[in-house]
């Protein structure tokens, strides 16, 4: 403790000879020594004057205390920083600077605000928090990235940046050195500080080296890694890995030196130590299959695992620590094979550790047992011989000049012998390791520049220690002195450039401590010394260093003790105990055992003691293994004896250690101490005696004592202003220069000049000079504050008086109000009281006089109809008796009547009875007569001869009437002469009866059958009707029951929502619902565009490989292969191409995510399957919306039932038929002749050839043309005259019946067998000469029976169209039919599922009963959604397409037909002519809104329009031009069919943008500028498409100017994932452009005046970590002046409005993002008037968005976060009050991030107080129940997917003027 304290002193007298005794009054706080916690605070209750011995103090429990003062006893105690300097980030800022200062400094930061970085100058002070902190992400490297040293809270990665940008900057390579004692985290550090090094500085190609630096550290941790009684995972060796970097400093490779490794530990463990930690690893895996050959089992069996007698280690698991060891060990290129070698050498250490040996009995002699198991498995796992073995670890050999002896060793000597073997397999087999490593990691590229991170042993000291302690404080006493020169030479530095005069510093130079270990003669030359004397002993060695080394004072000899030795270092004085130095040191390893092992079989383990001849000793250290890994010696030495120049483990490690300091000494160094804050490893407790003990050892104190004999203190110009002009006078405020107004200042305040100093930028002070200065300024606050309060109360007291006197006013006036309203109030009762009485005595008499009178009218009224009664009934008995007598009077003289008529009848019907016999009787004698039989042959005779006249005339009419038909054949002209020919023929060889009685039986077959038919039709209607009106029973039935149903249903649902509690419950989760969704479709969306710009960044990246490929020299890819790379998203790639996805997936999984990233294919194969499942989401939810509107509107339609309406609506059906049937087959003709005409110019590309196949389409498609009128005209005709006829009277119907009969016997055969169009054309005349029938067939003129032939096929095409329209009306009523039945069934399943449901619901608590009726909506509703999505699919889209081709062929006819004689009259030319010039011409003045060009002129239009486009010269047109323009050439490609000229234009256009951005890639203006055309151009292919859902706002014009051939719906997709890709870039480009002026406007720039200059004193920025830019460069102005420049560019360009909010609305994001981030990471501006600059920084922004209508586009609520810091920096914060307050406002926040705030809250002045522990505890109490992701900061790379809504434009395309100045006369408009 003596040492301990000799340094404290010391700064204490240096200090006392400046003391100034006037501070040392009352109320002054103080340090005062403690036993226990080192330094105890204190406050002097007594003014103390010079001399006096007694120091009256007050502790703050408040105890007093006489603190005794003199020379003898203590000095003054040392003086207590104000509390607005406690927790400070650099200890070098605080006003006093003395070991207390720090300690507490320290302890504040590490236990109350859980800060374990605290810088000391160049130092970073690291304490152990033993927890693991969520400040080493990826975004918290991004954070620390590029920003200077200081200007963010103080980390690892601070330190890793300085170095990195101090690399790139000075051209000098850099060093890290992290120290520190066991378990104070130094390994830690170092992994932190590569992986930093390994984000930042990233491999430029794929050889992935930093992750091959990060996979050494499980490796070397590892085998170089063991529990102790300090640390679990201690490093027992020391390491320098040397990351080396190229001219653009990203990682090339590394190199890994290593430090005296400590053997000892394989064959010894102290008590509750492990081994190295690949030994239980491997034991813990020894289950596995691999392993079963190295009969390994737990570690409990071996003995050199199981010495410290606890194998595990808390919270680790071995098996998976092996796991991540081999993965490193594959990831480092070490095969399975070289593993397995590894593992048999670790697994034979082991077993030769049980190997048994025993001693003979002499005790001189041992033996080892026979089939010892272990013996046998070292062996056989090492290929080695057993019995050489077994024999050789049991005897030596000894040799002489004259000969050689085998001698036998003692079981000690043989135990020895054995463990010394174990510990040089494993350091061979670790410096193996080490060599391989650095093989993988070597790299052939040039090194520039390297960055060096030195992981060593720190400062040891135990209760005995050996030779490895000695060598690791030897190596601490060396860096300490390299420390010391350091930053003594960075304090002069710092001087020098501010030319303050330099006085020499002394500081503590440990070199003669150094000279006692390595001079000569000194501790290691007597010990090598001592190695090579033959019997040389550890106390022969000791006696000599006490007889050579007692005069120095570094070097004592203990007073009890002849065996040990004390060094006293710069750290503390250690005792080293002599036994096994030379042991150690020689490192003897026997001959013959080597040369065993040298023979073995095991190619590994023979290589490892191969090379052991080239090194001078067999016994090596690590040191020089490593050492050998940069020196390589020029050419083999012979082999020398072994005990000549032998080189000893302490010389080795003392040129190892020699070349670590050159290293050192060439690099700029940056210094990390690791601190261990407790031995018990607890989280966040600080033991002041530990810590204080490791801040003397690690130098931190010394930096603290050369920066107090100086300047400690050091303020630039502006903040010394800013922070102390209060304490100026107004006169000198006025003054311009603040370099004189500080100086001006300092001159009036401080009379001593030599308390400060003035530099070119900095004014400098001595220790004490600040804090005065705080005093004096907290002095004048304290004056203006009780000035306030004086005013204020005053102001207060008055206003009191006025409040107490207005109210006595008040009370008087509201006392007297309140007694005339009550006497006002009893007069109006009085009077009120005569009206109820007045009143009630009236109603009282007049309710009994009318109760009187009711009682009389009551009885006149029952009187009276009583007698009325009476009279009446007598009167109704008379009439009745009238009545009776009446019908019996009747009724017998009808009796009468009836007797004497059947009398009558009788004597009738006898009588003619009689003569009737008489005449039968004559009659049949007269029937017998011949006469009878003469009568009635006459009357037949002239029948006959009637009849044989009438067949005369009839044969003679018939005759006429052929010869007429054969005059009006011949008539026809040449083009009936074949069919007459033909008729003549078949009239001669024809009877003249049979073809008659045919045509009358077809006739009246005909009759039948339609007659037959309008029967049919008849029974279907009254069927249908009837089933019709039934199903409309049922389903108003249905209806009902469901109603009813549904009643119940709704009073089952009031019961339940009656009895639930609230239906808030309900709401929100339905809400929650919709959120999730929205937010799974937000995140789908993200992945989409994650997955898109994650592919358009591997397209980059291939096209970098492929021009640094074909850098050397050019080559020329195939014609064919132009655009494949480039074009290999675009849908020209077939289905079939592009393959499965799940192929592509387990493409992935196979190839490994690093190779696939490198296959195109597979990537678009991912992005095709996305691309579809996108389509797919907006397909379904385009066509629900169509559907709901499709139902609504025929909710709305009216429904005729006219019989006309339907007959339209039947011919519509048929015609719509037709045509589409027609329109098919020519499309299918188009696509013959188009493939047979390029199959044929595949074969032959001869001119002739393709003007043949031209012409051949041409005349074809003329032909298709002319039968397309053809049956369009027929069609027209057809319903037209059936719809006539159908009105014509029934007996004109019969009359062409009757004259169809009359003719049809002569209608010759011949006449079947014309063709259909003949037959059209007769019925074609047949129906226009309908109308003048009657007037024919009343005129006595012949009729011709041609006419009759074409009234009979008349008959028969009306027959068809009937049948036809009869079989369509029996399918429309089968499909309703069927659709009133389905309907039933699946109101029926309703029915049922409602019922199961009621049933269900009954049974549940009401609780479940609310949520499972939500439920039950939610799938209901869902599966509705799907049942319309197929509807709609079924229905709709089919009759939409063809409806569209309908129109479009019809549109297309007659100009085809134009075009068609335009080509054919034209004569071939050289340049094939464009096939729309002829329209051009005929239509001159009516443009169509298309582009004509040739095909030779695309590469000029995409070069015009897109290479050489600037976004200047279009700015004075329409918007989107150049859009406009490529859409209306598409829009002629399509209009002439041409394919591959649409498909060849929109993928020149995508290339060339893409190049474009390329080209541009940091260019805002042309990457907006070409993302507002890529949407435009998107938006018009949508627009123009012919789809209805993107045609509700085009005009009439605008539909007729849509695409007519092709479907771009894939281009459509693909100018998507551009549009996205271009708005990443251009968000990239934004964010770029504003990242450095975000923390500058927002944290640091003076928005409000006098608001940033009371900002708390700051840190001590170091000149080498300043880039020259001052912090507030940028204001809040240029940042709203940026975003309004970004929104001006983007409005100029005529981007849409939406896409432009989603820019800002992301630029919000970033700056909130980086403001947030950087005010977690630092402590000088969490303070409340960052607070308020910041919120009103906010609102300045906020109000720009409302001035540009912004404020809806979501960029407030991504500012969120920024504005609770900001209220949260403002708030109070004491009590629980304002604990809830915070809780409730900071919803946006975590509670990791208000942790963080509350920590990092820093008051500006002594007024304010620090946010109290017991006050943080509360708020993580509170937010507890959060489920907060745990994220401190946040994730500047997160990108809001992109909406591209669809706007169309209300620009005409045929009005589109295009300027001259773009030079494309080339184009012709159409």
């Not at 928090?129 to 980390?155: F, W």
């Not at 002095?779 to 109360?793: E, H, Y």
């Not at 996108?1174 to 939810?1181: A, D």
């Not at 009621?1398 to 009726?1413: F, I, K």
């Amino acid at each position: 403790m003596k040492r301990q304290q000799k340094e404290p002193n010391t700064i204490a007298k240096k200090q006392e000879e400046k003391i100034d005794y006037d501070v040392y009054c009352q109320y002054t706080r103080v340090w005062i020594p403690d036993p226990e916690d080192v330094w105890r605070a204190a406050e002097i209750i007594k003014d103390y004057t010079e001399g006096e011995p007694i120091l009256y103090l007050k502790l703050e429990d408040e105890t007093p205390l006489e603190y005794r003062i003199g020379p003898k006893d203590n000095a003054l105690p040392f003086l207590r920083n104000p509390d607005i300097l406690v927790g400070e980030n650099d200890l070098t800022a605080l006003s006093y600077l003395h070991e207390p200062a720090v300690l507490h400094n320290l302890k504040v930061r590490f236990t109350e605000s859980n800060h374990i970085y605290t810088y000391c100058g160049i130092v970073l002070v690291a304490i152990n928090p033993y927890e693991q902190l969520q400040i080493y992400g990826e975004e918290v490297i991004n954070a620390y990235s590029g920003q200077n040293m200081g200007d963010m809270d103080p980390h690892i990665f601070a330190v890793a940046e300085e170095a990195y940008k101090q690399m790139a900057r000075d051209e000098r390579n850099q060093s890290i050195i992290v120290s520190g004692e066991s378990g104070a985290g130094k390994t830690v550090s170092a992994k932190y500080a590569m992986r930093f090094f390994a984000t930042v500085g990233g491999s430029a190609n794929d050889t992935n080296v930093e992750e091959k630096v990060l996979a050494s550290s499980p490796i070397m941790e590892a085998i170089g890694n063991a529990k102790t009684t300090r640390n679990d995972n201690s490093s027992r060796f020391g390491k320098y890995i040397q990351i080396g970097f190229d001219r653009s400093y990203h990682i090339i490779g590394a190199n890994m030196r290593t430090y005296l490794l400590e053997k000892s530990r394989v064959v010894f463990q102290a008590e509750d130590e492990r081994n190295y930690h690949i030994f239980y690893q491997l034991c813990a895996s020894a289950s596995l299959p691999e392993f079963k050959d190295l009969a390994l089992t737990s570690a409990e069996d071996f003995i050199f695992t199981s010495q410290g007698e606890n194998i595990f280690i808390e919270g680790v698991n071995d098996a998976e620590d092996f796991e991540k060891t081999r993965e490193a060990f594959t990831l480092l290129g070490v095969n399975d094979s070289n593993q397995s070698s590894i593992f048999r050498i670790i697994a034979s250490i082991l077993h030769l550790g049980n190997v048994e040996i025993c001693s003979e009995r002499d005790g001189d002699s041992c033996h080892i047992l026979k089939n010892d198991p272990h013996l046998a498995h070292f062996c056989q796992l090492l290929g080695v011989e057993l019995e050489q073995m077994e024999h050789w670890l049991c005897h030596r050999k000894l040799v002489t000049t004259s000969e050689t002896y085998v001698k036998n060793m003692s079981r000690k000597q043989a135990a020895n012998a054995r463990d010394a073997l174990a510990k040089h397999i494993y350091a061979h087999m670790f410096d193996w390791i080490v060599e391989y490593v650095n093989k993988s990691l070597h790299t052939s590229s040039k090194q520039h520049s390297f960055i060096g991170v030195l992981d060593i042993y720190g400062f040891e000291t135990f209760e005995i220690n050996s030779f490895e302690q000695f060598c690791i404080n030897y190596a601490n006493e060396k860096l300490q002195q390299q420390f010391n020169q350091h930053v003594f030479k960075l304090e002069q530095e710092e001087y020098m450039k501010e030319q303050i005069p330099w006085t020499l510093i002394d500081f503590y130079d440990n070199q003669p401590c150094i000279d006692v270990i390595e001079a000569k003669l000194g501790i290691l030359d007597l010990l090598d010394e001592e190695c090579k004397v033959p019997k040389g002993t550890d106390q022969n060695w000791c006696q000599k260093l006490y007889d050579r080394l007692s005069s120095s004072v570094h070097f004592q000899k203990p007073r009890m003790s002849n065996t040990s030795f004390i060094v006293i270092h710069f750290a503390d004085k250690v005792e080293y105990q002599c036994d096994g130095f030379l042991e150690k040191n020689r490192d003897t390893v026997y001959e013959e055992q080597i040369n065993i092992l040298k023979a073995s079989k095991f190619q590994l383990m023979a290589d490892l003691f191969q090379d052991t001849n080239k090194d001078s000793s067999i016994s090596t250290s690590s040191s020089s293994k490593s050492s050998r890994v940069n020196v390589r010696a020029s050419k083999p030495t012979p082999k020398v004896p072994n005990k000549e120049h032998r080189k000893t483990v302490g010389h080795q490690f003392r040129s190892s250690l020699q070349l670590l300091m050159e290293t050192l000494n060439a690099t700029t160094p940056h210094y990390v101490r690791c601190i261990k804050p407790n031995d018990e490893k607890e989280a966040f407790s600080f033991e002041s005696r530990r810590a204080v003990q490791q801040l003397r050892a690690c130098g931190v104190l010394e930096t603290i004592r050369i920066s107090a004999a100086g300047y400690p203190s050091r303020w630039t110009y502006p903040d010394f202003f800013n922070r102390y002009r209060v304490l100026m006078k107004k006169s000198d405020m006025t003054i311009g220069d603040k370099k004189l107004v500080c100086r001006n200042l300092l001159e009036t305040l401080v009379k001593d000049p030599d308390k400060f100093q003035f530099g070119k930028t900095k004014i400098f002070f001595r220790a004490g000079q600040v804090a005065y200065l705080e005093k004096l300024r907290a002095d004048k606050f304290r004056s203006a504050c009780i000035k306030i309060q004086k005013t204020v109360r005053g102001w207060l007291q008055r206003v009191r008086y006025q409040k107490i006197r207005k109210s006595a006013i008040n009370l008087q006036r509201y006392g007297r109000g309140y007694m005339a309203r009550r006497y006002a109030e009893q007069l109006r009762l009085t009077r009120a009281a005569l009206i109820f009485q007045k009143q009630y005595r009236m109603v009282r008499e007049r309710r009994d006089y009318l109760r009187v009178r009711q009682a009389v009218v009551t009885i006149q009224a029952f009187t009276r109809g009583m007698l009325t009664r009476r009279i009446f009934q007598e009167f109704l008995l008379h009439h009745k008796a009238m009545i009776i007598q009446k019908h019996v009077r009747g009724w017998l003289t009808r009796r009468k009547f009836r007797r004497a008529r059947n009398a009558a009848i009788t004597i009738q019907c006898a009588y003619r009875r009689m003569r009737a016999k008489r005449e039968l009787k004559q009659l049949k004698i007269e029937a017998r007569s011949a006469q009878h039989l003469k009568k009635l042959n006459t009357g037949m005779e002239n029948k006959i001869v009637q009849l044989q006249r009438k067949m005369d005339d009839q044969t003679n009419d018939l005759k006429t009437q052929n010869e007429q038909l054969v005059v009006a054949k011949a008539s026809l002209g040449s083009e009936v002469n074949k069919l007459q020919k033909e008729l003549e023929m078949m009239r001669s060889r024809q009877g003249d009866g049979s073809q008659l009685t045919s045509l009358q039986d077809e006739l009246e077959k005909l009759r039948a059958e339609l007659q037959e038919a309008h029967t049919h039709m008849k029974k279907l209607e009254e069927k249908h009707s009837n089933e019709k009106m039934g199903l409309e029973q049922r389903v108003e039935e249905l209806d009902r029951e469901n109603s009813m149903l549904k009643s119940e249903k709704e009073e089952m649902n009031r019961r339940i929502l009656h009895h639930s509690k609230s239906t808030e419950d309900q709401e929100s989760s339905a809400s929650q619902s919709v959120g999730r969704v929205q937010a799974e479709l937000d995140e789908e969306r993200q992945r989409y565009q994650n997955l898109l710009r994650e592919f358009s960044r591997l397209e980059q990246r291939y096209d970098n490989l492929q021009e640094a490929k074909f850098q050397p020299g050019h080559k020329r890819n195939n014609s064919t292969q132009s655009s494949l790379e480039s074009d290999s998203n675009y849908p020209s790639i077939s289905t079939s191409e592009l393959g499965d996805t799940d192929d592509a997936i387990q493409l992935v999984e196979e190839m490994g995510v690093e190779k696939a990233a490198m296959d195109i294919g597979v990537f678009m194969k991912l992005q095709k399957r996305v691309r579809e499942l996108e389509q797919e989401r907006k397909r379904l939810q385009v066509n629900l919306e169509k559907m709901e509107d499709q139902v609504n509107c025929k909710g709305i339609e009216p429904k005729t039932t006219s019989e006309q309406e339907s007959e339209d609506l039947a011919y519509n059906s048929l015609k719509r038929q037709e045509l589409e049937s027609e329109n098919k087959k020519l499309k299918n003709d188009l696509n013959e002749l188009r493939k047979a005409i390029a199959d044929r110019a595949s074969q032959n590309s001869s001119s002739n050839e393709l003007q043949d196949g031209y012409n051949l389409l041409l005349g074809q498609l003329k032909a298709a043309n002319e039968e397309l009128e053809v049956r369009k005209e027929e069609v027209l005709i057809l319903r037209t005259q059936i719809v006539s006829a159908a009105h014509q009277k029934e007996e004109t119907t019969n009359q062409i019946s009757l004259a169809a009969e009359n003719w049809k016997e002569r209608r010759p055969k011949e006449v079947l067998a014309l063709g259909m169009t003949r037959e059209k054309c007769l019925l074609e005349r047949v129906l226009r000469e309908t109308n003048n029938v009657p007037e024919w067939t009343n005129s006595k003129k012949p009729i011709d029976k041609e006419e009759a032939v074409r009234a009979y096929h008349g008959l028969c095409e009306s027959k068809k169209l009937l049948e036809a329209q009869l079989q369509s009306q029996a399918r429309k009523h089968e499909d309703e039919l069927a659709a009133f039945n389905t309907q039933i069934e699946l109101l029926k399943d309703d029915i049922e599922k409602k019922q199961e449901m009621l049933n269900h619901t009954m049974s549940l608590s009401p609780e479940a009963q609310v949520e499972y009726s939500v439920q039950q909506e939610i799938t209901r509703l869902t599966n509705d959604n799907l049942d319309l999505k197929e509807l709609v699919e079924k229905l709709e889209k089919n009759e939409r397409k063809l409806k569209k081709q309908l129109r479009i062929y019809m549109k297309k006819v007659p100009d085809m037909e134009v075009s068609l004689t335009a080509a054919s009259s034209q004569p071939t030319k050289a340049k094939p002519q464009l096939t729309r010039q002829v329209t051009v011409q005929r239509r001159e003045k009516d443009f169509e809104g298309m582009l004509e060009y040739y095909k030779e002129d695309e590469a000029l239009l995409v070069k015009t329009l897109i290479t050489d486009m600037k976004p200047n010269a279009v700015s004075a047109t329409v918007p989107c031009l150049p859009a406009y323009i490529l859409f209306m050439c598409i829009r002629h490609a399509d209009y002439i069919n041409d394919d591959q000229k649409v498909h060849s234009l929109l993928t020149s256009t995508i290339n060339a943008i893409k190049k474009v951005l390329k080209k541009n890639n940091n260019d805002f203006e042309m990457t907006s500028f070409w993302l507002a055309n890529t949407s435009r151009l998107l938006h018009c292919l949508k627009q123009y498409s012919g789809d209805e859902a993107f045609m509700t706002q085009n005009t009439a014009k605008q539909n007729e100017h849509c695409l007519k051939n092709f479907d771009l719906a894939e281009y459509r997709q693909v100018l998507s994932d551009l549009s996205i890709q271009i708005y990443q870039q251009l968000i990239k480009v934004a964010e770029h452009m504003m990242q450095p002026m975000i923390v500058s406007a927002m944290l640091e720039s003076e928005s409000i005046p006098s608001l940033a200059g009371v900002k708390p004193m700051g840190y001590r920025n170091r000149s080498s970590s300043m880039d020259g830019e001052g912090p507030g460069s940028y204001t809040l102005e240029a940042l709203i002046r940026q975003l309004g420049q970004f929104h001006g560019v983007m409005g100029e360009h005529g981007l849409d409005p939406e896409i432009a909010g989603q820019v800002i609305r992301q630029l919000f994001y970033s700056i909130n993002a980086v403001t947030l981030n950087n005010l977690l990471l630092r402590k000088d501006v969490c303070s409340w008037s960052t607070g308020m600059q910041l919120r009103y920084n906010i609102s300045q922004m906020e109000e720009w968005l409302r001035g540009k209508n912004l404020h809806q586009s979501g960029a407030v609520v991504n500012i969120e976060p920024v504005i609770q810091a900001a209220q949260l920096l403002q708030v109070k914060k004491k009590t629980s009050q304002d604990a809830e307050a915070i809780c409730s406002l900071c919803t946006s926040l975590t509670m990791q991030q208000i942790v963080k705030i509350l920590n990092l809250y820093t008051p500006l002045n002594e007024f304010e107080e620090r946010v109290t522990v017991s006050f943080i505890r509360n708020i993580q109490h509170r937010l507890q129940d959060r489920n907060d992701v745990p994220m401190l900061l946040v994730d500047t790379k997160h990108t809001f997917p992109v909406l591209f809504p669809y706007t169309p434009s209300a620009l005409s395309l045929e009005t589109l003027h295009i300027p001259a100045n773009l030079s494309l006369d080339f184009l012709t408009r159409v």
